[in-house]
């Protein structure tokens, strides 16, 4: 590099700069992007960089410096006891790659937080950023978000928020997490379990369910896996023991896809049990779910008894066409039925 003014020349003449510029190349702390800014490639020799910048211009050269995210290079980490500059960072990459950036943005990417990212990281890893605003109602869970402050069991609880990002930096911050559950294995089981999600979290530590459940490989142990958790919640829903679960339609369609519901209605009535299945095989899967009547009001013996005797189907038909007449008011119609025209009946 040859330069316009000679050693002598530079500290003999100033040069048409800022005078705190002019400082910083006499002190020799001047940064990178002033000397781009103030086209002083052919002005100023590079020992006139800051210590920190200068290394990195010796090592690329002005050209490829010039394409870097010194945003990014001015920050540093502190992430699990561990501390340092992206300056430092950098000096580890291969001179000869083409775009260090990308190199670079793969060893920052779980050293920093979200929100301190540079502007082109958080254009690249939008999945990983709230943009923020006074105007935006969820601000303050963004922001946590942001900063990595949401554990798995928040985004759990609040899924149709965050299911959509990249879950990695938090999942990384959780403390809980020693299972090492990875934003992948996470979306993995909420798209599987969504609609009960929120009783396992309620009934037994989701992280080691997680992990368990992803470490299984065979479809079958992982179904007998899950049946032992969701046994267990059915046998919540009539013990005289425990506080009782009451599972909606929708809690209760997703459990049946791993427990048996003939075992669950011979609990009830074994007799009415095998009338229910054996009219439910002409009917499609989710029909008892799709009724108008809630499937925990079918677990009692007035309405097991009624079923017996009328059918599913006609009395859903019956109620859907009669203003609900039978299931209005915790299905109190329906059970009044039973004991007042099915007296003689036995379960």
Not at 268 to 276: M, V
Request: hydrophobic share 35%; charged share 30%.
């Amino acid at each position: 590099m040859k330069y316009k003014y000679s050693k002598k020349q530079l500290f003999g003449k100033k040069l048409k700069v800022p005078k705190d510029i002019l400082k910083a190349v006499y002190s020799c702390t001047l940064c990178f992007e002033d000397f781009i800014r103030y086209e002083l490639e052919d002005k100023v020799p590079i020992s006139c960089l800051y210590f920190t910048d200068r290394p990195i211009v010796e090592k690329f050269g002005i050209e490829k410096a010039k394409t870097f995210d010194w945003e990014l290079l001015n920050k540093s980490y502190f992430i699990k006891g561990q501390s340092g500059s992206f300056k430092d960072l950098v000096l580890n990459i291969d001179s000869s790659i083409e775009n260090v950036n990308d190199e670079l943005y793969v060893l920052a990417f779980d050293k920093i937080k979200p929100r301190d990212y540079s502007s082109r990281m958080k254009e690249l890893y939008a999945s990983r950023f709230f943009e923020t605003s006074e105007n935006i109602y969820n601000n303050s869970k963004y922001e946590k978000f942001n900063d990595g402050d949401v554990s798995l069991k928040d985004l759990v609880c609040d899924w149709e928020l965050f299911k959509e990002k990249d879950l990695s930096y938090c999942l990384i911050k959780d403390k809980r997490n020693v299972n090492h559950i990875t934003s992948s294995e996470l979306k993995q089981f909420m798209m599987n379990f969504e609609k009960i999600s929120k009783r396992i979290l309620e009934h037994t530590d989701i992280y080691s369910f997680i992990r368990e459940y992803s470490d299984l490989k065979d479809e079958q142990e992982r179904k007998e896996y899950v049946k032992k958790f969701t046994d267990e919640i059915l046998s919540n829903t009539y013990s005289n023991y425990r506080e009782r679960i009451i599972l909606s339609n929708e809690e209760y369609k997703e459990i049946f896809k791993y427990s048996s519901m003939e075992e669950y209605l011979k609990i009830f009535s074994e007799q009415n049990a095998h009338i229910i299945m054996k009219e439910l095989e002409t009917l499609s899967n989710d029909y008892v779910f799709e009724s108008s009547i809630p499937f925990k009001n079918l677990m009692s013996q007035e309405a097991l008894k009624c079923i017996r005797v009328y059918g599913l189907k006609n009395i859903i038909d019956f109620d859907n066409e009669c203003g609900h007449f039978l299931s209005r008011n915790n299905c109190e119609m329906l059970k009044f039925m039973s004991t007042t025209y099915l007296w003689g009946g036995g379960a």
